[in-house]
T-cell receptor
């Protein structure tokens, strides 16, 4: 049971470089999420997708773009990385967005921007 | 804005002690989620509850909707319980429709638990 799979697990970038974080879930979930986790801040929502074909901004969307490629996959793109984007990024999925179903998380991507 | 507050932020206990982590919230919710994050690891779901109490092994979670408060208890704590415990609330539709946060969930900042042998 893979659950939510994120790639890569670690990445170091230089300021101004771009990259895409990949996320896939095999639980047939409708909603998917991208969070960042910084010390002392807790998890903050970057973007989410309530269903295939829709995406919406979360609390901290600036500097990021997302693509809900299909029901399984939800990618996060940094077009021009900045040191402030150094963080641990988590992808998550849930059956239905407005429900009491638990959220399932990937293992995270540790991203450092030099 | 701190719509979900956890206490304590850090907790050190001796093996075998009874541990309580608290979560208070100020918004309307439909359910509350307790999560566990081990050092360097991912985040796993422990409980989802909307009323009363749930138990799984040595872990017990309770919620009081009227008081907007939940607790996570660990009985007979063990060093392998050392982790960050995160409380997350699922907003109800009324809160979402009247200015609630996007994405439906709000997370506390976590409680870092260290259990010494």
């Amino acid at each position: 049971n893979a659950g939510v799979t994120q790639t890569p697990k670690f990445q170091v970038l230089k300021t101004g470089q771009s990259m895409t974080l990949q996320c896939a879930q095999d639980m047939n979930h409708n909603s998917m999420y991208w969070y960042r986790q910084d010390p002392g801040m807790g998890l903050r929502l970057i973007y989410y997708s309530a269903s295939e074909g829709t995406t919406d901004k979360g609390e901290v969307p600036n500097g990021y773009n997302v693509s809900r490629l299909n029901k399984r996959e939800f990618s996060l793109r940094l077009e021009s990385a900045a040191p402030s984007q150094t963080s641990v990024y988590f992808c998550a999925s849930r059956g239905v967005i407005n429900s009491n179903q638990p959220q399932h998380f990937g293992d995270g991507t540790r991203l450092s921007i030099l | 804005k701190n719509e979900v507050e956890q206490s304590p932020q850090n907790l050190t206990a001796q093996e075998g002690e009874f541990i309580t982590i608290n979560c208070s919230y100020s918004v309307g919710i439909s359910a509350l989620h307790w999560l566990q994050q081990h050092p360097g690891g991912g985040i796993v779901s422990l409980f989802m509850l909307s009323s009363g109490k749930k138990k799984h092994g040595r872990l017990i979670a309770t919620i009081n909707i009227q008081e907007k408060h939940s607790s996570l208890h660990i009985t007979a704590s063990h060093p392998r319980d050392s982790a960050v415990y995160i409380c997350a609330v699922i907003l109800n539709l009324w809160t979402l429709n009247y200015g609630g946060s996007q994405g439906n969930l709000i997370f506390g900042k976590g409680t870092k638990l260290s259990v010494k042998p």
